[in-house]
């Protein structure tokens, strides 16, 4: 049975964090519309660092399989992305960056810690901190 400041409490707790996660969200798109992207198609670039099957880009964009195809067509006409079949299975496609798309993704990289404004008060241990506390609820 939960007693009234537990509920206070995870109330608070839940309001805070989707208040970074807004100003994040808010940062992030910021950041990738100086490069012409959308958030899914610069998430896509931040997170791809070796050759992926699609489905494990879809699980880790938390979209269906179709949305990923759709992100990673418009990626690859702009140059970043191409596609493979995978060695140890011809029906798997994997999903490699290009030079040009480990470029941009660099840049991302590098903007998006640049204006990480949200969490420049916290020192370098307490991120480590609450990114361990944080990562459970989410990591499946």
């Not at 179709?66 to 990673?72: A, D, E, H, K, L």
């Not at 596609?83 to 993704?105: F, H, I, M, N, S």
Request: charged fraction near 30%; hydrophobic fraction near 40%; proline fraction near 4%.
């Amino acid at each position: 049975m939960t007693h009234g400041g537990d509920e206070d409490q995870a109330l608070e707790l839940a309001r805070v964090l989707v208040g970074v996660a807004e100003r994040l969200k808010v940062e992030f798109a910021s950041a990738v519309h100086d490069v012409g992207l959308t958030p899914q198609q610069a998430g896509l670039l931040i997170w791809l660092r070796e050759p992926t099957p699609m489905r494990v880009l879809a699980d880790h964009l938390r979209c269906d399989a179709s949305n990923v195809t759709g992100i990673v067509d418009r990626l690859e006409v702009k140059g970043y992305v191409g596609r493979k079949a995978d060695p140890r299975d011809r029906r798997v496609k994997l999903v490699v960056l290009t030079p040009e798309g480990e470029e941009v993704a660099g840049r991302l990289r590098r903007g998006v810690g640049e204006r990480d404004a949200v969490l420049a008060g916290l020192t370098t241990g307490q991120r480590r901190q609450l990114l361990d506390l944080l990562r459970p609820l989410v990591d499946d």
